[in-house]
């Protein structure tokens, strides 16, 4: 299998049926050997029910479903152990990234013999808080780790597959994204960035609070400097 497309779903139930219904159109018109994995996080609305019915309807629909709430990355990192491709690709479900513009990221992976390829919002749609925090972000992730990246976060990526399914997803929720770069790089990969589309969500709410998820993502990127450093001088033997 060529693609995975893994996704975390919770409370979902106005736009998922949607998403996934655009997805595997998109696959079946370009005839994409690939399979969906959503893991339901504990979804307490519609979204379970929604999710059962696609799954009879869609032969390569994977939907794991946790019993509660674990949080964003917990979520991805669960659907990324389920999937089988030799790429993966980790997307958001709530619509506001476009699956047909993962041969962007594919193409610049393939002929720039990338292991890693993320995409930045070229025009974020978002409160200008969320795009205030985004910049502050990844002027931390350029200072701590060195990364040289215009959007750490963004959750439109494109990974080796055999890379991605190594690699130890700690964060439970926001910093998932920025996590996985930040680790792939130690591991000596090559990345690329390439502009993609973002939309405003067509239904539902955003499940983040700006403040808290702030306190959050700071606290975690810390944690995670500390942890680097600790690996570097041989103190601990795995990130």
């Known amino acids: 299998m060529l693609f995975s497309i893994v996704a975390p779903v919770y409370n979902e139930e106005t736009v998922i049926e949607d998403v996934v219904r ?13 399979e969906i994995v959503l893991t339901n996080d504990g979804s307490t609305d519609g979204t379970s029910e929604i999710l059962k019915n696609l799954q009879k309807e869609f032969s390569n629909l994977k939907v794991i479903t946790l019993d509660s709430n674990n949080g964003y990355g917990m979520a991805l990192a669960t659907s990324v152990k389920r999937s089988e491709g030799k790429y993966i690709i980790t997307i958001d479900s709530d619509g506001q990234f476009d699956l047909a513009e993962y041969p962007l990221l594919y193409d610049k992976l393939i002929k720039e013999k990338l292991d ?7 025009n974020k749609k978002d409160t200008f808080l969320k795009t205030i925090a985004d910049r502050i972000l990844n002027s931390i992730i350029k200072f701590l780790f060195g990364l040289q990246l215009r959007d750490s976060n963004c959750a439109l990526k494109l990974l080796d597959g055999n890379l991605f399914r190594k690699i130890t997803i700690e964060a439970k929720g926001y910093p998932a994204p920025t996590e996985i770069l930040i680790k792939s790089s130690l591991l000596g990969t090559k990345i690329g960035e390439v502009g993609v589309n973002h939309y405003h969500r067509s239904g539902g709410e955003s499940k983040l609070k700006t403040f808290s998820t702030g306190l959050n993502m700071l606290g975690f990127i810390i944690y995670l400097r500390y942890k680097i450093f600790l690996y570097k001088q041989r103190v601990i033997n795995s990130i």
């Open 22 to 34: 655009k997805w595997e159109t998109i696959i079946a018109e370009n005839s994409i050997d690939a």
């Open 116 to 122: 890693v390829v993320t995409g930045y919002r070229k």
